[in-house]
């Protein structure tokens, strides 16, 4: 089995930032994609932002510019860096894990960190 768990979400005032950390631990040989993806109430959930293990990255429109994502290979870990954040980020964040185990591929996913913005 592998977990996945979020963590740095919180309440921040419109313009600040946050920093979102996800690590996967447990049957894993190696990873392929880690992604964060979000989810305000009553809307789809949607990419925020993705990085392969080569390090290419991708990210959505509303995140580009604003948000980085990076990726600790060696400690299963993930990050995603947001920075002037708006009232229109508020939602759950979750965090997507694409790994290798027994030659198998599965994804996996988190349960998610909040983050409000509001002033």
């Known amino acids: 089995q592998v977990q996945v768990v979020e963590s740095g979400g919180g309440l921040v005032q419109p313009g600040g930032s946050l920093r979102l950390s996800c690590a996967a631990s447990?049957?894993?040989?190696?990873?392929?994609?880690m992604a964060w993806y979000r989810q305000a109430p009553e809307k789809e959930r949607e990419l925020v932002a993705r990085?392969?293990?080569?390090?290419?990255?991708d990210y959505a429109v509303f995140a580009d510019g604003r948000f980085r994502i990076s990726r600790n290979n060696n400690k299963n870990s993930v990050f995603l860096e947001m920075n002037n954040l708006e009232v229109e980020d508020t939602a759950v964040y979750y965090c997507?894990?694409?790994?290798?185990?027994?030659?198998?591929?599965?994804?996996?996913w988190g349960r998610g960190t909040q983050v409000t913005v509001s002033s």
């Open positions: 447990g049957e894993i040989h190696s990873i392929g994609d």
């Open positions: 990085m392969t293990s080569s390090g290419r990255t």
């Open positions: 997507l894990v694409d790994t290798y185990y027994a030659a198998v591929w599965q994804v996996h």
